[in-house]
């Protein structure tokens, strides 16, 4: 079982930048598909980018072009970069991990959680 640990939240205005980050307690790289999600009041959890254990990578549509996911092996740490914030980006964001190299399709099905850090995008 491993532990994911996020950080980076915060208070940032309209337009302005964060990185997440999302430490685990083992090696994931390439061993595990790494996932960040977020969760508005009232809403489902979505999924905001993965990161395929082959490498590869994918976005909600939403956050194509602003946001970028990545990965420092030798860390394991997970990041989310998140630029030209809007309004409607304001959720908790969650880091999630699941064993094998590819992602699975429905969140449901990821393994392993953290508990989230807050991110506010005023205007």
């Known amino acids: 079982q491993i532990h994911l640990v996020e950080s980076g939240g915060g208070s940032v205005q309209v337009g302005g930048s964060l990185r997440l980050s999302c430490v685990a307690s083992?090696?994931?790289?390439?061993?595990?598909?790494m996932g960040w999600f977020r969760q508005s009041p009232g809403k489902e959890r979505e999924r905001v980018a993965t990161f395929e254990g082959y490498g590869s990578t994918t976005y909600a549509d939403s956050v194509k072009g602003r946001f970028t996911i990545s990965q420092d092996s030798a860390e394991n740490t997970l990041y989310l970069q998140m630029n030209s914030l809007k309004p409607e980006d304001t959720a908790m964001y969650y880091c999630a991990a699941d064993p094998g190299p590819y992602c699975p399709s429905r969140r449901r099905d990821y393994t392993y959680w953290g508990q989230g850090t807050q991110v506010t995008v005023s205007s």
């Open positions: 083992e090696y994931t790289y390439r061993r595990y598909c």
